[in-house]
């Protein structure tokens, strides 16, 4: 980009400045709004959970602390729909750990951007997930970092956790719950907030990959083995691409 640059534009760009203050941030109320719009929007899709986690076979008070305590959006519909097709409750399990293990990178990124006081860290470790990442890294400044995470945290778990229970509270009124099709809102939740992250060609060659392993061993893998298999993509494009560099005599690396 051949445009020349101000201070203000690079931190905006490449994340706030872990020392700034918000002299040159977005208004609260701005931030706010946001986090309040994702929070919302996603809180609401634990109604779905709900009533899937309880159409499986998941008690109402399993279902609620699956929210309570793990609250990791995808992999609790990962989990529930595993044991649901009768998958091995391990195998579920460690499909459904490997969906979450993304959060500890944010993990990573946030606690220098956050920078919370040791006592709290552990409990803003539990709102570490997807949509709280994705509000705090959009933000210029470190009071904004910190208020767009802790009103999407908030707002995301105590919503999720209510509609989780009135989800599993009303499964038994909707009745079979894969004639409503809600076993497949968690999925559609997850693609539409990963299509907009997937910004490179290397990106995108990852994500089919990993569609591809997924659903081609849907069918002849045990519940949950495929969702493992998936996590091979990241590897598989990388090992291409570094013989393709190799043989091109090309670096390897960069967006594109």
């Known amino acids: 980009m051949a445009e020349q640059t101000t201070p203000a534009d690079t931190r905006t760009t490449h994340g706030p400045d872990p020392g700034s203050t918000d002299k040159a941030g977005k208004p609260d109320a701005a931030v706010v709004r946001d986090a309040l719009g994702v929070g919302i929007a996603v809180g609401l899709s634990g109604f779905a959970f709900g009533v899937t986690a309880a159409g499986g076979g998941l008690s109402v008070l399993q279902t609620c602390a699956l929210s309570l305590l793990v609250f990791t959006g995808a992999s609790q519909f990962a989990l529930v729909g595993a044991l649901a097709a009768g998958g091995n409750p391990f195998t579920a399990a460690a499909g459904a750990f490997f969906l ?16 919370l006081p040791r006592a709290v860290r552990p409990f803003a470790a539990h709102w570490v997930i997807d949509e709280t990442a994705a509000v705090a890294l959009a933000q210029p400044t470190r009071r904004s970092v910190r208020m767009g995470f802790t009103v999407t945290g908030l707002t995301l778990y105590v919503l999720w956790n209510l ?57 002849v893998l045990p519940a ?32 594109r």
């Open 224 to 255: 949950g083995v495929p969702v493992l298999a998936a996590a091979l993509a990241a590897p598989a494009v990388l090992c291409i691409e570094g013989r393709r560099s190799a043989a091109s005599g090309t670096p390897q690396g960069g967006d």
């Open 100 to 115: 979450g293990v993304r959060n500890a990178f944010y993990g990573l990124r946030l606690s220098q951007l956050l920078a």
């Open 163 to 219: 509609t989780t229970l009135l989800g599993a509270l009303g499964a038994e009124a909707i009745g079979d719950t894969d004639a409503w099709g809600i076993d497949a809102a968690g999925p559609a939740v997850f693609l539409a907030l990963l299509a907009p992250m997937l910004r490179t060609i290397r990106e995108r060659a990852v994500a089919a990959v990993a569609v591809v392993l997924g659903l081609g061993l849907l069918p």
